[in-house]
C-alpha cells in the first residue's frame, strides 16, 4: 500500500549515485538513466553536479556515456535556463569550475557542445574554452587523433 508523504522525492540524486558504487556505467544504465531520472527532461542543478561525480568517477563508462553527459549539462545550462538558448554569467562560471574538476575529453565535449548550441555566452567563456582545450587534458589528445583517423 501506497501512502502519501504530501511532498515530492527526487530520486535523481541516489539514481544516480548509485552508478559510482556500481562499478561502471552500462549502455543500460544510461537508457535507465534517461526513463528515470530525466524523463520529464529536467536536469536539476544538483542532477547537473551529480553526474559530474559520476564523470569524474574511476568506473569504466559505456562508449554512449559523453554523449549522454554532454546532452544533459548542455540541457541544463544552456536549455533550462531563461532566457532560453543564453549562456549566463553564473552558469558559464559553474560550468568552467565544473569543467576544471574534471580535466579530461568528457569536460572538453561539453565546453565545445555549448558553445556551438548557445545563441549568446560571455565574451571570456570562449577564451576561456580554448585556453582549457590547449591545456591537453586526459584523453582529449586522444580523442582528437581517433577523429581525425575517421574523418
Do not use: C, Y
Request: no cysteine; aromatic share 8%.
Amino acid at each position: 500500500m501506497n501512502i502519501p508523504t504530501g511532498f515530492a522525492v527526487d530520486r535523481t540524486k541516489t539514481i544516480i549515485g548509485a552508478l559510482m558504487h556500481s562499478g561502471g556505467v552500462s549502455a543500460q544504465d544510461i537508457a535507465w538513466l534517461r526513463r528515470e531520472a530525466f524523463a520529464d527532461g529536467d536536469v536539476s542543478r544538483e542532477a547537473a553536479d551529480e553526474l559530474f561525480a559520476v564523470a569524474r568517477a574511476k568506473v569504466a563508462k559505456a562508449a554512449e556515456w559523453t554523449a549522454f553527459f554532454v546532452e544533459m549539462i548542455t540541457d541544463h545550462v544552456v536549455w533550462q535556463s531563461r532566457p532560453t538558448g543564453v549562456l549566463s554569467e553564473s552558469q558559464a562560471e559553474w560550468l568552467i569550475e565544473r569543467a576544471d574538476e574534471l580535466k579530461s575529453v568528457e569536460a572538453l565535449a561539453v565546453l565545445v557542445n555549448v558553445l556551438a548550441e548557445a545563441h549568446r555566452a560571455p565574451a571570456w567563456f570562449l577564451s576561456a574554452v580554448r585556453t582549457r582545450a590547449a591545456l591537453g587534458w586526459p584523453g582529449v589528445n586522444e580523442a582528437l587523433a581517433e577523429a581525425m583517423l575517421t574523418a
